[in-house]
């Protein structure tokens, strides 16, 4: 074991569990590896996932109009960074196509509205399933991701938001900290989840 993470969120009775692990002296396949701790996991009714280090994840970043977060997460990648494959960029709007293109990424247009909403996400899961998606990043991405969609992936879809939640969470978080007075500001990756803002925390900065 090279390092072991774990958290216990006692509001919602949840215990996470983090390993990585050095495989050089392990004996047996990975799919016997797989299927042992699918025994294993299922007594306790576990939800596991594994993932080789090999294998760069292959990662859909969803934007809106805003560029910055897109430009710092593309950067960062080609400065070696990020160790992932960026497979390609969805948007609601076309506005940041020049930016993809001047990277080599692909970029996918699915314009939402109240109507087209459950129609849209069905064609956004199609692609990240052709694509075979590991993560998808919400990089300023105006758009709250239905229930459904988010169930689609858990714990595999990171939200920025531009606040130290759990304080000022939904929209305008700066202009709220701002109101209270609040002397320092900062941002929060953190998983999605069906509630807005509220998922488990990955890391925070001012």
């Known amino acids: ?22 495989p050089g002296e392990l004996d047996i396949a990975r799919d016997q590896l797989e299927a042992l701790l699918a025994i294993e ?9 594994i993932a080789y280090s090999d294998r760069p994840k292959r990662v859909a970043i969803f934007v809106s109009k805003f560029e910055h977060c897109l430009y710092d997460l593309l950067i960062r990648h080609r400065l070696g960074e990020l160790r992932c ?19 080599g990424v692909a970029y996918h247009v699915f314009p939402i509205d109240k109507q087209n909403k459950a129609e ?21 991405y105006m758009q709250v991701l ?9 714990e595999r879809i990171i939200n920025i938001h531009h606040s130290t939640l759990p304080a000022f969470s939904g929209a305008r978080p700066y202009h709220q900290a701002f109101e209270r007075g609040v002397k320092r ?16 925390i990955i890391e925070q900065d001012v």
């Open 41 to 49: 996991c299922g007594r306790y009714q576990m939800r596991w996932r």
């Open 85 to 103: 494959e960026i497979a390609l960029i969805v948007s609601n709007h076309p506005d940041l196509g020049g930016i993809a293109k001047q990277f």
């Open 146 to 154: 239905s229930d459904s969609f988010i169930a689609r992936y858990p």
């Open 1 to 22: 074991i090279l390092e072991a993470q774990q958290h216990l969120d006692e509001h919602d009775g949840v215990f996470s569990q983090r390993i990585q692990f050095d």
């Open 185 to 200: 500001i900062g941002a929060t990756a953190h998983y999605a989840t069906a509630e807005l803002d509220e998922g488990p």
């Open 120 to 140: 849209q996400e069905r064609r956004e899961i199609e692609l990240l399933e052709r694509e075979s998606i590991d993560l998808v990043v919400l990089a300023r």
